[in-house]
C-alpha cells in the first residue's frame, strides 16, 4: 500500500477550511510517547507497542506531507533510551533499519528530506547497518524539496546545546569569530536543527507533561498539545484535531 495518499475524495473531507490551511503551523515536533502501555494493555511485549508505534509515524509522515507542512521532527530515540532492556533496544533497532530498508524509496519518491538529529557517530558498536542506513538516508534525499523529516535518535537536547556552545568556543579561540558574534542565530546556526524554522507545534502523546530533554533550544515559542491517546493509537484524525487547536491558538510570543 502505497504510504503517501494523495486522492481527491480524502482532500474534500479535510476538516481545515482555507483559511486554517493558511494558519497550520510550519514546524511540528512530535514526542511519540505510549507505545509500551499500549503494548502492556494488551498482554504484549513492549515491542509490539513500538511495531505499532512505526505504523502511525507512517500516518503521520503522510499526513504531514499531504497537509504542505514543511517540518516534522520526531523523537526516535534518546540518549537515555540506551538505559532500556537489552531486548528492548534491539527491538528498536530492528524496526529502524526495516524502517529505512522499506520505506525510504517512497520517501524518496514524494521528495522527502531526511535529517537525522543526534550523534549517529556515536552509536554503540554492532548497529553498523543501522548507522549505514542513516547516512544514506540522508544523502539519497539531502536535495529533496519536500517534507522536511527529523528524525531524532541518540538525542539529547542538552547536548546538543553544549556542543553548539563548544564549536562556537573553537571558533572563538581559533580566532574565527569574536565572542560578540556569538548570536541567536549563530547559536542556532550550530544545532542539528540548523537551516529549519524554530518549533512551532509540540505533540506529546500519552498524557504525560514533560519536554524529555527533546528540542530544548528550539522550542523556546512552540505551542504544546498533550492528548491522553497512546502512540500507536495517534491516526490522521487525533493529529487534525491538534493541528486544528494549533490554528486555534493566540501566539504572542511575549508581546500582548
Ligand atoms: C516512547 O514510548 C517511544 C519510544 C521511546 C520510541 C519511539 C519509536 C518509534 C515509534 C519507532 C521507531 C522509529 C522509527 C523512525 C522507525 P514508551 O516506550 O516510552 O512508552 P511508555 O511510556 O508507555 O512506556
Redesign the pocket.
Known sequence: MAIFGKDEAKRKQSVFSPEDLQKLPRHVAV??????????KRGMP?SF???A??E??RAIIRHSSDLGIEALT?????TE?WT?SVE?VSA?MG??L???TRELDELHREHVCIRILGDISGMPKGLEKQQAALYAAMDKTRENTGLKLN?A?NYGGQQEIVRAAQALAKKAAAGEIVPDAITREAFAGELYTAGLPEVDFLIRT?G?MRLSNFLLYQCAYAEFYKTDI???DFDEAAYDEALLTFTRRNRRFGGV
Open positions: 514526542i511519540m510517547d505510549g507505545n509500551g502501555r499500549w503494548a502492556t513492549r507497542g513500538h511495531k508505534g512505526v502511525a509515524l520526531i523523537y526516535a530515540f534518546s533510551n532500556r528492548e528498536l524496526l529502524l526495516e524502517y529505512f528524525i535518535l500519552s504525560e497512546l502512540w500507536p
